[in-house]
């Protein structure tokens, strides 16, 4: 019988690629918005030329017309494929991402280019249930749950309140305005730190 490994998941933008330096790039290129974050929210800080803010009900199409075609433009966060590539020798590594699913098939692509060759799920909503079903799947003898938004993590803890759940910050733009997780067990918002760890609870 196979012994079980740790399974590690971790969320993508924000954690393993940069999101908010793309996204404001594509806003301002194709359709002439700016962005701002001055508070932990896409919606009221996206503005058009005018000054009025995009309204949430008009994100959905921004989001889906980023990632269709400026997927490319998203940069790796700095360590992280290391510190996967690392754990990835005694541990199971799987990417659950809030994305559609006909964008999951290039955001693997994506991640497998930059040295994160790694299956993607994608998910929509909260990431407490598909989390309990990869758990179902791969029996880990652990889970470890890494992403930098916190109703992320209040989701795992209500559906697998025994997952460790790491909160990371991995983008300069938007650290200061994401509190800590009160569900999550630490906060790294860099992949070394991450990693250190990550390591020593694997090895407890
Ligand atoms: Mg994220």
Same mark, same amino acid.
């Given at each position: ?6 399974? !590690? ?10 999101? !908010?330096?793309?996204?404001? /790039?594509?806003?301002? #290129? ?6 701002? *974050? ?20 008009? @994100?959905?199409?921004?989001? /889906? ?5 400026? *997927?490319?433009?998203? =940069? %790796? ?14 541990? #199971? ?20 280019? *930059? ?22 799947? @791969? ?5 470890? @749950?890494? /992403? ?5 993590? =209040? ?12 909160? *990371? ?12 997780? %009160? /569900?999550?067990?630490?906060?790294? #918002?860099?992949? %070394? ?6 390591? =020593?609870?694997?090895?407890?």
């Amino acid at each position: 019988m196979v012994k079980a490994r740790p399974l !590690i998941v971790s969320d993508c933008d924000g954690v393993l690629l940069h999101f !908010i330096a793309p996204f404001i /790039d594509y806003l301002r #290129d194709i359709h002439g918005y700016s962005l701002k *974050m001055e508070s932990f929210a896409l919606t009221g800080n996206v503005r058009r030329p005018d000054g009025s803010a995009v309204e949430g009900h008009e @994100f959905p199409p921004l989001l /889906d017309g980023f990632f269709t075609t400026h *997927m490319p433009q998203q =940069t %790796p966060i700095p360590g992280a494929a290391d510190a996967l590539q690392h754990l990835a020798r005694s541990c #199971d590594v799987v990417v659950l991402t809030n994305i559609a699913d006909h964008h999951a098939e290039r955001r693997t692509a994506e991640l497998q280019r *930059m040295g994160m060759p790694y299956p993607v799920i994608g998910n929509q909503g909260g990431k407490g249930p598909p989390l309990k079903k990869l758990l179902d799947e @791969f029996q880990p003898s652990e889970a470890i @749950f890494i /992403d930098d938004l916190p109703p992320n993590h =209040t989701s795992v803890k209500t559906h697998v309140p025994h997952v460790h759940r790491l909160h *990371m910050v991995a983008e300069h733009e938007v650290r200061h305005i994401i509190p800590q997780s %009160p /569900d999550a067990h630490a906060r790294h #918002d860099d992949w %070394p730190a991450m990693l250190s760890h990550i390591e =020593t609870i694997l090895k407890g």
